[in-house]
C-alpha cells in the first residue's frame, strides 16, 4: 500500500513538499513515480526515483522539482519548487515496476489533494 | 512527448453491455500500453499491461488489443463496478503521457 501525505493548502511561489510511505513490500528493486491529475491537463506524470536515489523528472518540471528516498523508512518525497495555480491538483503516487514486457504503474496511492492559494 | 487520445470521452451503459473504448497515439509505441481504471476517491487500478496482458487479480471481462498506434480496452460484459474513469498511458519513452480519460457511466 502507498499513502501520501503533505499540506493540502501551499502558497503560491512557495515550495510543495510531499511524502509518500510505503507499507507491505521492499522498495528495493524499483522505480517510485509521482504523478497528478488536474482539471485543465489530467493524469501527468510528475517524475520518478529509483531506490538507489537516481531520479527522471518531466521535462515540463524538472527545473523545479527534487525527489529523494529513504529506504530504511520506506518512504519517498517530493519537493516542487515556485508553485502556482496551475500545480493545483490531485497528487498520486505510485510503483513503477520495469518487467520484460513493459513499464507498469502497478500500485498506487488513493492520492492528496494540493490547492496553491493565498 | 508522445501524445495519447482517447475516445470516447465519456459514455453510458447498461450492465451486461459490451463497451469498448479507443486509444491513439501520436506515434508508433508497438505495444507499450496499459490501461487503467479510477473511481473516485480510490486507487487508479492496473488492468492492462503490454497492451494486452491481462494483470493479475483483474477480471477476465477486461480485455486489450492493438498494437503500432492504435488501441482498445474492452469490457466484455459491463458490471457495477466497473464505474468510473479509464485512462490508457503508453510507456514507450519517458515522460511516460496518459490519454484525458473515458468516464463510464452504468
Known amino acids: 500500500q502507498l499513502q501520501e501525505s503533505g499540506p493540502g493548502l501551499v502558497t503560491p511561489s512557495e515550495t510543495l513538499s510531499l511524502t509518500c510511505t510505503v507499507s507491505?513490500?521492499?522498495?528495493?528493486?524499483?522505480?517510485w513515480a509521482w504523478i497528478r491529475q488536474s482539471a485543465g491537463k489530467g493524469l501527468e506524470w510528475i517524475g520518478r526515483?529509483?531506490?538507489?536515489?537516481?531520479?527522471n523528472f518531466n521535462p515540463s518540471l524538472r527545473s523545479r522539482l527534487t525527489m529523494s528516498i529513504d529506504t530504511s523508512r520506506n518512504q519517498f518525497s517530493l519537493n516542487l519548487r515556485s508553485v502556482t495555480a496551475a500545480d493545483t491538483a490531485l497528487y498520486h503516487c505510485?510503483?513503477?515496476?520495469?518487467?520484460?514486457?513493459?513499464?507498469?504503474?502497478?500500485?498506487w496511492g488513493q492520492g492528496t489533494l494540493v490547492n496553491v492559494s493565498s | 512527448d508522445i501524445q495519447m487520445t482517447q475516445s470516447p470521452s465519456s459514455l453510458s451503459a447498461s450492465v451486461g453491455d459490451r463497451v469498448t473504448i479507443s486509444c491513439r497515439a501520436s506515434?508508433?509505441?508497438?505495444?507499450?500500453l496499459n490501461w487503467y481504471h479510477h473511481k473516485a476517491g480510490q486507487a487508479p487500478k492496473l488492468l492492462i499491461y503490454a497492451a494486452s496482458s491481462l494483470q493479475s487479480g483483474v477480471p477476465s471481462r477486461f480485455s486489450g488489443s492493438g498494437s503500432g498506434t492504435e488501441f482498445t480496452l474492452t469490457i466484455s460484459s459491463l458490471q457495477l463496478d466497473d464505474s468510473g474513469s479509464y485512462y490508457c498511458?503508453?510507456?514507450?519513452?519517458?515522460?511516460?503521457?496518459f490519454g484525458q480519460g473515458t468516464k463510464v457511466e452504468i
Open positions: 507491505g513490500g521492499s522498495m528495493t528493486g524499483y522505480y
Open positions: 526515483v529509483y531506490f538507489t536515489g537516481s531520479t
Open positions: 498511458q503508453q510507456s514507450y519513452s519517458t515522460p511516460w503521457t
Open positions: 505510485a510503483r513503477e515496476t520495469i518487467g520484460p514486457a513493459d513499464t507498469i504503474l502497478d500500485f
Open positions: 506515434q508508433r509505441i508497438t505495444n507499450f
